[in-house]
């Protein structure tokens, strides 16, 4: 046995993640097929180590699985899939910068409902409901409808 490859435990340790994500990793084509020791341990290159971690980060930063599949299935076969990668990296951004635009809606719809509700609550006395959540049903609504906030829906004055 080559004493430079790594079991799945060690990878795992080494990485940060559990040894069923290994599996699974391997599962959807993430990681190659490993070697195997003669009882049955799965057995990784140590570059690994690095494709796993690269895997994480990427992960954190939008990439799906899929994804993440198919750009190594194109690397592994000697192929260069570099520009898909930074196009795909674009794509995660233009969803951010959309994001915060609905996050600044909902921001700006939030103060308004804020304002709105101390006012309310000024002019209704103590022992009675001021219907708050009620109040809602009277605004219109600005989030974009083919948004895919989970804000979608709320309403502006």
Same mark, same amino acid.
Request: hydrophobic share 40%.
């Given at each position: $046995?080559?004493?430079?490859?790594?079991?799945? !435990?060690?990878?795992?340790?080494?990485?940060?993640?559990?040894?069923?994500?290994?599996?699974?990793?391997?599962?959807?084509?993430?990681?190659?097929?490993?070697?195997? %020791?003669?009882?049955?341990?799965?057995?990784?290159?140590?570059?690994?180590?690095?494709?796993?971690? @690269?895997?994480?980060?990427?992960?954190? =930063?939008?990439?799906?699985?899929?994804? #993440? %599949?198919?750009?190594?299935?194109?690397?592994?076969?000697? !192929?260069?899939?570099?520009?898909?990668?930074?196009? /795909?990296? %674009?794509e995660k951004l233009?969803?951010?910068?959309?994001? /915060?635009?609905? $996050?600044? %809606? /909902?921001?700006?719809? #939030?103060?308004?409902? =804020?304002?709105? *509700?101390?006012?309310?609550? @000024?002019?209704?006395?103590?022992?009675?409901? @001021?219907?708050? =959540?009620?109040?809602?049903?009277?605004?219109?609504?600005? =989030?974009?409808?083919?948004?895919?906030?989970? *804000?979608?829906?709320?309403?502006?004055?």
């Amino acid at each position: $046995m080559d004493e430079r490859l790594l079991r799945s !435990g060690k990878l795992a340790r080494l990485t940060g993640v559990s040894t069923d994500l290994l599996r699974h990793y391997e599962r959807i084509g993430i990681l190659p097929s490993p070697a195997r %020791a003669s009882n049955g341990y799965r057995l990784y290159a140590p570059q690994m180590v690095a494709r796993v971690r @690269a895997v994480r980060r990427s992960v954190a =930063l939008g990439f799906s699985l899929a994804e #993440l %599949a198919r750009i190594f299935a194109v690397r592994d076969s000697n !192929g260069i899939p570099c520009r898909n990668v930074r196009a /795909l990296a %674009a794509e995660k951004l233009q969803r951010v910068e959309q994001s /915060l635009v609905e $996050m600044k %809606a /909902l921001r700006r719809q #939030l103060q308004a409902i =804020l304002l709105d *509700w101390d006012s309310r609550l @000024a002019k209704t006395p103590a022992n009675k409901r @001021a219907n708050l =959540l009620e109040s809602l049903a009277e605004r219109t609504a600005i =989030l974009p409808s083919n948004s895919s906030s989970p *804000w979608k829906g709320i309403s502006q004055p």
